[in-house]
């Protein structure tokens, strides 16, 4: 991966941005990967120096939505602690299984997340009547962070989806503490990363710091302006995430709507 002074700044660029976005609906990384894809990195390096940036990014967001009082450390440690393990167990599996096995399902959960998103009338800032126990917090924390570590794509989605309609937190708070558990499921998959050696550390805290200006840019946006710019977004991450999976001619849908045409 050679790094002239051009691809340096498309690089902070991208990152700035996913930063910003990841901090308001999630998603980031699909514009960071394909640019260290498109930068000359592989596959397996441009996921790991992904990891790295966006651990920096999400982390700021964190501390920035921590210290207006949106994160309840004492609810959310658990559940955090438990993203942290599902994803290292996901981690963990992708090395001896095939991660393309979820490939055809994601597309459907995402476009249903948008549809939510759409049609919901009463989606607000004001935290509502949780239906979900505190056991179910942590279970649900431990499944989306194996999918997390084992996949990926649209966690942040998933983790804020189910805060809203489970968990009864409001637009903004479900955010915010989506922010804590991504944190915990990013830390855990770039540990792995880390151990398999596929970081560019020059690369990825270039990235960081770019994307840590972007995440505090996003987190202070989201708390100024509420659902009314959140909503929107989360629709357009979710629908952007649909077509990324659905753009691989791999991907099982895609293939067998390539095959009926054909």
């Not at 095939?98 to 055809?104: A, E, Y």
């Not at 968990?167 to 770039?190: E, P, Q, R, V, Y």
Request: proline share 4%; net charge neutral; glycine share 12%.
């Amino acid at each position: 991966m050679e790094l002239t002074a051009e691809i340096i700044a498309f690089l902070l660029a991208v990152a700035f941005i996913a930063g910003a976005i990841d901090a308001i609906a999630g998603g980031g990384g699909l514009l960071t990967v394909p640019a260290l894809l498109a930068a000359g990195a592989s596959p397996a390096a441009a996921i790991g120096t992904n990891k790295l940036q966006s651990t920096f990014g999400v982390a700021t967001a964190v501390i920035t939505f921590a210290l207006k009082g949106r994160i309840d450390i004492r609810r959310f440690a658990g559940p955090a602690l438990a993203a942290f393990a599902g994803s290292a167990g996901g981690a963990f599996v992708l090395t001896r299984v095939d991660p393309t096995i979820l490939s055809g399902l994601i597309p459907v959960l995402l476009i249903a997340m948008a549809i939510y998103y759409a049609l919901k009338p009463n989606l607000s800032d004001e935290d509502r009547h949780s239906v979900g126990r505190p056991v179910m917090l942590l279970m649900v924390a431990a499944a989306i962070g194996f999918y997390d570590g084992f996949f990926g794509p649209g966690a942040g989605s998933f983790y804020t989806t189910a805060l809203i309609a489970v968990f009864g937190l409001g637009t903004i708070n479900a955010i915010a503490h989506t922010k804590l558990l991504n944190f915990s499921s990013n830390l855990a998959g770039l540990l792995v990363f880390l151990a398999s050696g596929e970081v560019i550390f020059v690369v990825g805290l270039m990235m960081a710091a770019a994307s840590m200006a972007g995440a505090f840019l996003g987190a202070q946006s989201t708390m100024r302006f509420g659902t009314k710019a959140v909503r929107p977004l989360l629709i357009v991450m979710c629908l952007g995430l649909t077509a990324n999976l659905l753009s691989d001619p791999s991907n099982p849908i895609t293939e067998q709507v390539l095959n009926w045409i054909g």
